[in-house]
């Protein structure tokens, strides 16, 4: 499977989301991921989809935002039931933390065959209590099924205030991923090299 992220170029929408060209992969002909990120919406990508006519099997990755946020809760189902009826049959749907955990499984429930569920601590809520959430993700994953331990990772835009506890909550996420024989998705902002070095520890 191959992800890569629409950009406001192929939507013709005024965002700036990075783009990996459907020709880098010209052989492939289903099984791409289409990453729905924060400055875009869903019936933005709806659109695009409608517009262009793609001719393979799409999947979504819904940003955490999509589903976490309020702002969303007036039109999100009737979202998710356009896509599915222009032929959009999997969803994946990222973790953030315990307090959002909920929303996650709400939206489980309503769409059961075409919502797969990641389990993880995201890195932005990684504060002192991050054993206690990696505790809550652990007991998680030992009760239910889940498709990824994502979205981990590091990151430092804002503040490098909890960058230790990032770290080992990183780390700690990688292992568990391992011991499930789970694919991990990574969040990596402006820690690269944070990340990569983890990486190397752990491949």
Do not use: W
Not at 58 to 76: E, L, P, T, W
Not at 154 to 163: A, C, G, H, P, V
Not at 170 to 180: D, N, T, V
């Amino acid at each position: 499977m191959f992800y890569f992220e629409i950009s406001a170029d192929l939507l013709n929408l005024d965002h700036s989301v990075t783009y990996t060209p459907v020709s880098v992969f010209p052989r492939i002909q289903r099984d791409l991921t289409i990453v729905i990120d924060d400055d875009i919406s869903g019936n933005d990508i709806i659109d695009a989809i409608e517009r262009k006519s793609f001719n393979y099997m799409i999947n979504i990755r819904i940003s955490d935002i999509f589903y976490s946020k309020k702002d969303f809760d007036n039109d999100r189902d009737e979202v998710i039931k356009k896509a599915i009826e222009i032929g959009i049959n999997h969803f994946f749907i990222p973790s953030i933390d315990s307090k959002h955990h909920n929303r996650m499984f709400d939206l489980k429930k309503k769409f059961p065959n075409y919502i797969y569920l990641m389990m993880g601590l995201h890195p932005n809520y990684v504060k002192e209590n991050f054993e206690e959430e990696l505790a809550i993700v652990e007991d998680l994953l030992s009760k239910s099924k889940f498709h990824a331990i994502g979205e981990i990772g590091i990151d430092l835009f804002r503040e490098k205030k909890y960058l230790v506890e990032q770290q080992r909550a990183f780390e700690k996420q990688i292992i568990l991923a391992k011991s499930y024989n789970l694919p991990i998705v990574i969040h990596c902002r402006d820690a690269f090299e944070e990340i990569y070095e983890i990486l190397l520890k752990n491949k």
